[in-house]
């Protein structure tokens, strides 16, 4: 039956120049190091030949408000596009170098969602949502100039309070690893974002990150300290700016029980950049 | 309720561009008609980011309204 053949994590803004712009020449330096480290993550995960790609991401108050927040939707169909805006914000505008459509793996993403809902996950299913960076940059940044495989992409909400516990999103990622252990696919995952910033979302602490937590986070996920992660709060996240590890919670149930090694750290004042890969059996 | 009409008005500049350019011409015409305080009208109306942050305004939408990006 399927395996996942490949799980990792990684900070989902890979704009050198937003970074230079915001964090000076030690920013650009610093995501061009990350981009690089996760290109060769992307090279380990070509050697694994998935056949879909799961990405668990958040939405950044652009495609679901207001009318509905999901706290965790599966993208479902047989394309997804990729975001438009008019007058983009900067690292948006990279979107507009990437391809318009993607190819979703229907009969995965299908299979997630009916499954979960049978497994008691109140999953949403959307036809229609697209895709910024939070997926793509990444997605981008792995792959290359090779072939996107099939994407499986899923939002979680990390801002729109009330949002799903790490609990909840530990255990969706157990769910993901289930879905696949029954089904003939090998399948990647990764999740996004982070590490901490912009804590309690307020402007009056942009500029901030939380080095203590983060390396806790990193150190937790780096010895399979699962219980510890997921008795952590959404208040804590949130006082944090860690509301982003929710995605990582995602990947690293669906790694369960691997340990991940860390591929990336490095303090950046506005955020922690950060990447990780699980080390499957 | 009133945080939701702050968000919804934030959303729209975000994603209309018609909308925006009514608020970029007359901030007070354009939102005579919104469902909001006396405080988040005149944080609307006079801009002020970290105002409309502090009444529940989200932070990336803020920091993602075209033309009025607060950082």
Redesign the interface.
């Known amino acids: 039956m399927g395996r996942i053949v490949f799980a990792g994590a990684m900070s989902h803004v890979l704009d050198p120049d937003y970074y230079g712009t915001?964090c000076g020449p030690r920013g650009r330096q610093m995501v061009q190091e990350l981009m690089a480290l996760v290109g060769e993550m992307g090279t380990r995960m070509a050697a694994a030949e998935p056949d879909a790609l799961v990405v668990v991401a958040d939405d950044?108050?652009?495609v679901f408000?207001?009318n509905a927040v999901p706290a965790i939707c599966v993208r479902i169909g047989t394309h997804v596009e990729r975001m438009e805006q008019?007058?983009?914000?900067a690292f948006d505008r990279l979107l507009d170098r990437l391809p318009r459509r993607y190819l979703l793996h229907e009969a995965l993403a299908n299979t997630v969602l009916e499954e979960g809902l049978e497994a008691d996950f109140d999953l949403t299913m959307s036809w229609e949502a697209p895709l910024d960076h939070a997926f793509l940059s990444p997605v981008t940044a792995l792959v290359g100039d090779g072939t996107v495989p099939p994407l499986v992409p899923i939002f979680v909400n990390c801002?729109?309070a009330p949002q799903p516990t790490p609990r909840r999103c530990f255990a969706f990622g157990q769910h993901l690893a289930r879905v696949v252990a029954r089904h003939p696919w090998n399948v990647a995952v990764i999740a996004t974002g982070g590490l901490s910033h912009?804590p309690e979302?307020?402007?009056?602490r942009?500029g901030e990150s939380d080095v203590a937590f983060d390396r806790k986070i990193m150190a937790w996920l780096g010895a399979a300290e699962h219980d510890a992660l997921c008795a952590l709060t959404m208040k804590t996240l949130h006082e944090a700016g860690g509301h982003e590890l929710l995605n990582w919670m995602v990947a690293a149930g669906a790694a369960a029980p691997a340990r991940a090694r860390e591929v990336y750290f490095g303090e950046l004042g506005r955020i922690n950049l950060a990447a990780v890969e699980w080390e499957l059996p | 309720m009133s945080r939701y009409a702050v968000n919804t008005l934030l959303y729209r500049l975000k994603k209309d561009p018609d909308f925006r350019a009514r608020f970029a011409a007359d901030r007070a015409v354009a939102l005579a008609d919104a469902d909001l305080s006396d405080a988040e009208r005149e944080a609307l109306v006079h801009w002020d980011p970290r105002q409309i942050n502090a009444l529940g305004g989200y932070l990336h939408l803020l920091m993602s309204i075209p033309g009025l990006e607060g950082h």
């Not at chain 1, 008019?86 to 914000?89: N, T």
């Not at chain 1, 979302?201 to 009056?204: G, H, N, Q």
Request: hydrophobic share 60%; no cysteine; proline share 0%.
């Open positions: 915001h950044h108050l652009n408000s207001f008019d007058h983009a914000v801002f729109v912009f979302l307020t402007f009056a942009v």
